[in-house]
């Protein structure tokens, strides 16, 4: 749906002044400010689109798993180059101010007026961007976290913990999408579904099967029996993809899709990836087109990470309109929706955990119908697609969640599932790049400067080449 848009800043609600610890808040707690749930939902779902989905969480990890590159010259983000001091911002403002805080409000200020749909869709959204976050970093603080304003030093809550609190988040989420009494109705404020509770629900489904698979090789948990949760779950989840969890940006100025704002020029040189690229050709993908926008020599080349900087940036291919990407005298890309979650993301999840609970062959028309209604939300043409799936039809009978993942990758296109799937699995293969500053990817965001000044915890010493506790 097209939203009505509004400037990020104007839209966080609660003042905030200070960055300097994410619960640093300008508001008396014994006078507390009173929002109406109505204005606080719209800026927490461009937040959440806007700041994390396409922000710079999403660009990072787009990156390394080698899907965007950036046309400078070693070190920087895509060869590996990150540093505490530049995930402050996603941290201190963007995630546990403006989205925890404001959500946590919201659901509160809900219950207490008995309006379940604001609190059932305020619980969803914090269960996905409280999975972001211990997934950027491994262990989080929670349950501490909102409990004061008086300087008190949260400890941080295990991953598995959180993930627990994910679990139940989304299940009182469907309680309450579920009830007959939803006190006020959630009407255009809401720039996802339009108030469609029903889509919502589906949308919490589809987020439990995602977050169950999430921990099929964690300690202490069995993929099979994860298999079989999330199964369950993809049994009420997305069904098609007007089931597609999304926000389209109006496209006007300062209202434009955030990829097209990052693929502008003069954004950095922002350009895909010669290993996405060269997939995409190796497979003579009818996606291609629509993925990307050709270079300036009327060819698909991506950039190898790593090598010196072109001093000619368009000759790359960059990210199609579709998904937001820019093309010069073409503005349609700045109306292009940010996804959170698709259809084909649900197939995908189906496809593999019947892999591990029935195998390859029962997996193989899932895992194909996966790949199709990726092309058809692409638009690609049925020609095309028949064509496409007859030569891929298959799954690797060595290795088929190689093939599985391989093919995730490219409909989970820009979505931090993709970083998700590469450290729990493996697929798909990556190189480190050449000329890099750190001799492996990263598998975790390291914790902010502003937050270790703030709150120093022990797992602040982790180092960024050590697995998040799913990823073991």
């Known amino acids: 749906m097209k939203i009505i848009y509004y400037s990020i800043a104007t839209l966080l609600l609660l003042s905030f002044s200070s960055c300097k610890k994410f619960l640093d808040v300008n508001q008396d707690p014994n006078n507390p400010t009173k929002v109406q749930e109505s204005l606080i939902l719209s800026p927490i779902e461009l937040y959440t689109t806007t700041q994390i989905a396409a922000g710079y969480p999403a660009v990072t ?75 950027l970093w491994g262990d989080i603080p929670y349950s501490q976290a909102f409990q004061a304003l008086n300087g008190t030093k949260p400890a941080y809550d295990s991953q598995e913990t959180i993930y627990k609190v994910i679990q139940s988040t989304l299940d ?105 690229v060269n997939i995409l050709k190796a497979n003579n993908d009818p996606r291609l087109p629509i993925l990307a926008n050709q270079g300036s020599g009327n060819d698909y080349i991506g950039r190898t990470s790593g090598t010196a900087a072109a001093t000619d940036p368009t000759l790359y291919a960059t990210v199609g309109t579709f998904y937001g990407g820019y093309i010069d005298g073409n503005g349609s890309g700045a109306a292009a929706p940010v996804f959170l979650a698709t259809y084909a993301e649900a197939l995908f999840i189906k496809a593999e955990a019947t892999l591990y609970k029935s195998g390859a062959a029962a997996a193989t028309p899932i895992y194909n119908s996966a790949i ?69 990817i990263p598998q975790r965001f390291p914790y902010p400067s502003q937050e270790i000044t703030s709150n120093p915890q022990p797992q602040q010493s982790i180092a960024t080449s050590t697995k998040v506790w799913w990823a073991n």
């Not at 001091?85 to 207490?112: E, G, K």
């Not at 099979?224 to 779950?233: E, I, K, R, T, V």
């Open 61 to 135: 990890t787009a990156y390394w798993t080698q899907q965007l590159a950036l046309n400078q010259e070693s070190p920087n983000i895509d060869t590996y180059r990150i540093t505490p001091t530049d995930v402050n911002n996603t941290w201190s403002f963007d995630l546990y101010p403006a989205i925890f805080y404001n959500l946590r409000t919201m659901i509160s200020n809900a219950d207490q007026k008995g309006s379940t749909a604001y609190s059932g869709v305020g619980k969803v959204l914090l269960a996905y961007n409280l999975a972001v976050c211990t997934d």
């Open 372 to 440: 199709a209604a990726h092309m058809d939300m692409l638009k690609v043409a049925a020609a095309d697609k028949a064509t496409y799936l007859a030569a891929h039809a298959t799954l690797d009978p060595s290795a088929p969640l190689k093939t599985i993942i391989s093919e995730k990758y490219i409909a989970d296109f820009l979505s931090l599932e993709v970083y998700n799937d590469w450290r729990r699995t493996g697929y798909p293969t990556l190189s480190v790049v050449q000329n890099a500053f750190k001799p492996y």
């Open 172 to 276: 009182d989420a469907i309680a309450k999408l579920s009830s007959t009494s939803s006190g006020k109705a959630i009407g255009s404020d809401d720039f996802i579904y339009g108030g469609n509770l029903a889509a919502w629900k589906k949308f919490a489904y589809t987020l439990k099967a995602r977050y169950y698979l999430r921990l099929s090789k964690a300690a202490g948990y069995n993929a099979a029996a994860q298999a079989d949760l999330a199964l369950a779950a993809l049994q009420n989840g997305f069904t098609s993809n007007a089931d597609n969890a999304s926000i389209t940006y109006v496209g006007t100025a300062k209202a434009e899709n955030p990829w097209y704002q990052n693929t502008l020029p003069g954004a950095g040189g922002v350009v895909l990836s010669s290993n996405l």
